[in-house]
């Protein structure tokens, strides 16, 4: 049996790595964690290897771009009429589950927007500013935003009612593990 969960394993890592590739200088995955790379946007990821990831999860959305989103199951891309938001996914959200995505804003600063708006990353990210009811198109988030090697971005996280402490972690430890190319 103890075979057979490592073939079954390392099957999942196979099929994550192969959707996709891990670029050349990046830092290797974590055990059982899998760097996803979306190469268009210069943007890389890592994830638990049973979480899904999906470049361009809103593809009817104009501006501003989502590259990618991240959820602990196999979430549908797609939103509703509004478009702004992966919410055929956040329909979907398990009771113990999360999903993140994150959003790129144009430079130089968005309309609307400040330079205050957008601080450095941080060193490491938190889950602090969680907004309830509806912000951009979402029910109860948290939101970052945060600049980058030049670039404007803000991830918006979504727990599911029952999501524990550890998936929480497990959330912040994704954020901590993006990597950004400087905008051209």
Same mark, same amino acid.
């Given at each position: 049996m103890k075979g057979l969960a490592a073939l079954l394993l390392l099957g999942a890592v196979a099929g994550s +790595? @192969?959707?996709?590739?891990?670029?050349?200088?990046?830092?290797?995955?974590?055990?059982?964690?899998?760097?996803? +790379? *979306?190469?268009?946007?210069?943007?890389? =990821?890592?994830?638990?290897?049973?979480?899904?990831?999906?470049? *361009?999860?809103?593809p009817n959305l104009v501006y501003p771009v989502i590259p990618f989103a991240v959820g602990s199951w196999d979430?549908? @891309?797609? @939103? *509703?009429?509004?478009?702004?938001?992966?919410?055929?996914?956040?329909?979907?959200?398990?009771?113990?589950?999360?999903?993140?995505?994150?959003?790129?804003?144009?430079?130089?600063y968005p309309q609307g927007f400040h330079r205050r708006d957008f601080p450095a990353r941080p060193k490491r990210?938190?889950? #602090?500013?969680?907004?309830?009811?509806?912000?951009?198109?979402?029910?109860?988030?948290?939101? =970052?935003? $945060?600049?980058?090697?030049?670039? $404007?971005?803000?991830?918006? =996280?979504? $727990?599911?009612?029952?999501?524990?402490?550890? #998936?929480?972690?497990?959330?912040?430890?994704?954020?901590?593990?993006?990597? +950004?190319?400087?905008?051209?």
């Open positions: +790595v @192969s959707a996709q590739t891990v670029a050349a200088g990046d830092p290797k995955p974590s055990p059982r964690w899998v760097r996803h +790379v *979306d190469r268009q946007n210069g943007l890389s =990821i890592q994830t638990p290897a049973r979480w899904s990831f999906k470049l *361009d999860p809103v979430f549908p @891309s797609g @939103s *509703d009429s509004n478009g702004c938001a992966p919410s055929r996914a956040l329909k979907q959200l398990p009771a113990s589950g999360v999903l993140l995505w994150l959003t790129e804003y144009p430079r130089p990210f938190k889950l #602090i500013h969680r907004y309830f009811g509806a912000y951009e198109c979402v029910g109860d988030s948290y939101l =970052i935003r $945060f600049k980058d090697s030049g670039r $404007f971005f803000q991830f918006q =996280i979504a $727990f599911g009612p029952k999501a524990r402490a550890f #998936i929480r972690k497990t959330a912040e430890r994704v954020l901590d593990s993006l990597r +950004v190319k400087r905008a051209r």
